[in-house]
């Protein structure tokens, strides 16, 4: 069973930082390349950073550009965001995702296939 398992989130006040770990099991983690997702409640859910499976390409999205930094650690099965200089808008629930891509990268959340639960990210101004 593939289990993707997020930790890290919590309640950080504006200009702070949060790092989120991403722990998967059950799949060949070399293999997938793994996505940072957040959703804003009543919003559509947004493609935040993407790491590819051997860790040297990566992928932002403008907004967190220059703050956010994603990287894995192959030996270990984890992947993790790194966020400085959090802002309010940054508010949202976090998920990592796998997507079986061995080379290349890719950002559309339609093509992950394992998804982990998520976790709280609150940015108070």
């Known amino acids: 069973e593939v289990r993707l398992v997020e930790s890290g989130g919590g309640l950080v006040q504006a200009g702070e930082s949060l790092r989120l770990s991403c722990a998967a099991s059950?799949?060949?983690?070399?293999?997938?390349?793994i996505g940072w997702f957040r959703q804003i409640s009543g919003e559509d859910r947004e493609g935040v950073a993407f790491?590819?499976?051997?860790?040297?390409?990566?992928h932002y999205i403008d907004s967190v550009k220059g703050r956010f930094a994603v990287s894995r650690d192959n030996t270990k099965n984890l992947v993790y965001l790194q966020m400085n200089n959090l802002k309010p808008e940054d508010t949202a629930i976090y998920y990592c995702?796998?997507?079986?891509?061995?080379?290349?990268?890719?950002?559309?959340?339609?093509?992950?296939?394992?998804w982990g639960r998520g976790t709280q990210v609150t940015v108070s101004s």
């Open positions: 059950g799949l060949t983690f070399t293999d997938y390349q």
């Open positions: 790491i590819d499976a051997s860790g040297g390409n990566t």
């Open positions: 995702a796998a997507y079986f891509l061995p080379t290349g990268l890719a950002t559309q959340d339609r093509l992950y296939e394992y």
